[in-house]
């Protein structure tokens, strides 16, 4: 059997306007991309800077579909940005007006010229530094065609390509080849990665903590989620797609019914680490236990919050509680099997120790004096 070619090209020379003028048929998202935005407005306008002084940018790594159909097209448009999707955007945006050069900024061949805080359209419409804005647009970006309809090798040209970048075990898990990784991105798409959680996603921990959830659900218990094990995961999982899929189907109702529980940006999702374990946690209990949930994990904090402070000898009164602060220990380790375990185990007691509280309360409180 032949092996699936890819073929890598050098584009004709195109200007940044050609390019600005096709930035609708780009697709900026496809499947194996880093989540865009992660450049500051500086780092943005350093690239401007380095365009506009002469400066070499690294090749950016388009995918061209306008020779042929492909099955990976899925949106349907000549290209999709491989490698280089922060320099796209901080070139659009700078067209754009939304990126402006730094206050420090000095055009080499005329320094005396105060161009600092500009976008391009301050230059376009300004006769004295109209040459300025056109050196932008006729740069010529060194953009790289590739030609292939095999995913998996797209995939490893991205890996291949951010290798000595700082890559999050997400975002090359994210390039994997199998059926996985999509099924996470599914996963990290509902409402409670877009909307409950208050951690960042910036760097895909989403992703990874969906992936820590789908893998729990594979196994049907909570396991080690290590990088090296999830990888694993995540390549071996499509050796059994309808475990797979059923597992993907428990995670999905089982984020549905974690949605209803926590609030939008809810502070008790602060953490990424955590939400492996609230997740099994919750999973195990009956329909209508869910709506006491929220209420105990913020006592549950408050109780551990003070119980440090009693632990620290700030609070002479009070004997720390040495389960609270083996759920502390623990929680320094949040991808050890062990870990999970003890953490899910704890707040399963401590649960049912608060529903008997509150069962006792409304007991005594029914009661005829």
């Known amino acids: 059997m032949s092996r699936p070619k890819l073929k890598i090209t050098p584009f004709e020379m195109r200007t940044l306007s050609w390019w600005k003028a096709r930035e609708n048929k780009i697709d900026m998202d496809p499947p194996y991309q880093r989540k865009g935005r992660l450049w500051s407005p500086t780092d943005k306008a350093y690239l401007i800077d380095s365009i506009l002084n002469g400066f070499d940018v690294p090749k950016l790594y388009v995918a061209d579909f306008t020779f042929r ?14 490698d280089g999707k922060q320099r796209f955007e901080a070139i659009f945006e700078f067209f754009d007006n939304k990126v ?12 005396s010229l105060r161009l600092g ?3 391009y359209q301050d230059l376009v419409h300004n006769p004295n530094y109209a040459d300025v804005a056109e050196v932008f647009e006729n740069y010529n970006l060194s953009v790289m065609s590739i030609l292939t309809d095999d995913e998996a090798l797209i995939n490893e040209l991205f890996v291949r390509l951010n290798r000595s970048k700082p890559l999050t075990g997400a975002e090359i898990r994210n390039a994997m080849a199998g059926p996985a990784p999509g099924i996470i991105r599914q996963l990290a798409k509902l409402e409670f990665f877009t909307s409950s959680v208050s951690f960042s996603t910036n760097r895909g921990q989403d992703l990874n903590a969906a992936a820590k959830i ?3 659900e594979f196994h049907r218990e909570p396991q080690d989620t290590k990088k090296v094990i999830l990888d694993s995961f995540v390549k071996d999982a499509a050796k059994n797609r309808n475990q797979l899929e059923l597992a993907a189907r428990h995670a999905y109702e089982g984020l549905m019914d974690l949605t209803t529980i926590f609030l939008p940006n809810d502070k008790l999702l602060a953490s990424a680490g955590s939400v492996p374990v609230y997740y099994w946690f919750i999973r195990s209990l009956k329909v209508d236990q869910l709506s006491r949930v929220r ?24 004997r720390p509680d040495s389960q609270l602060l083996s759920y502390d220990q623990y929680n320094r380790n949040t991808n050890d099997l062990q870990s999970h ?16 509280k509150s069962r006792t309360a409304t007991s005594i409180a029914k009661s005829p004096n």
Do not use: C, H, W
């Open 69 to 82: 159909d492909s099955k990976l097209n899925k949106k349907r448009l000549p290209y999709a940005i491989v």
């Open 295 to 318: 209420d105990f994990l913020v006592q549950f904090e408050q109780e551990r919050r003070q119980n440090r402070t009693a632990a620290q000898g700030k609070t002479a009164t009070v």
């Open 214 to 216: 789908l893998m729990f």
């Open 341 to 356: 375990i003890e953490r899910i185990e704890i707040l399963r007691s401590r649960f049912q120790r608060y529903l008997q």
């Open 117 to 119: 805080g500009l976008g």
């Open 100 to 111: 402006v050069l730094n206050p420090d900024f000095v055009l080499n061949e005329n320094p």
